[in-house]
């Protein structure tokens, strides 16, 4: 059974960087395309960023471009979100998810279509 276990978030000032990790167990993470979404008090789940199998292959919403870098270490297992200049916008519980793709497959996976889900890691930026 695929586990993903997100780590790395914390309470941090307005400006500064934070890495969160997406650990996968039970599986190769080569075979997985994954998706880092958050969900603000109050608010609906977003879409973070997107990394497909290949690691050129990569999406970032608005709200991250040019603060976030989504990537991947197939090695290690694990997958990473590197923030920085965090807002208190970004205030969040970070997930990280998983989805069985295709090498070749151009389109992104929509939310509905990851398989796995990590538990999430609480972030908070201070102003």
């Known amino acids: 059974q695929v586990q993903l276990v997100e780590s790395g978030g914390g309470l941090v000032q307005s400006g500064t960087s934070l890495k969160l990790s997406c650990a996968l167990s039970?599986?190769?993470?080569?075979?997985?395309?994954i998706g880092w979404f958050r969900q603000a008090p109050g608010k609906e789940r977003e879409a973070v960023s997107y990394?497909?199998?290949?690691?050129?292959?990569?999406f970032y919403a608005d709200s991250g471009k040019g603060r976030f870098t989504v990537s991947r270490d197939n090695a290690k297992n694990t997958a990473y979100l590197q923030m920085n200049n965090l807002q208190p916008e970004d205030t969040a519980d970070y997930f990280c998810?998983?989805?069985?793709?295709?090498?070749?497959?151009?389109?992104?996976?929509?939310?509905?279509?990851?398989?796995?889900w990590g538990q999430g890691t609480q972030v908070t930026v201070s102003s």
């Open positions: 998810a998983a989805v069985r793709w295709n090498f070749s497959e151009t389109r992104w996976a929509g939310e509905h279509e990851y398989t796995y």
């Open positions: 039970g599986g190769s993470l080569d075979s997985y395309a």
């Open positions: 990394i497909r199998r290949s690691a050129r292959n990569i």
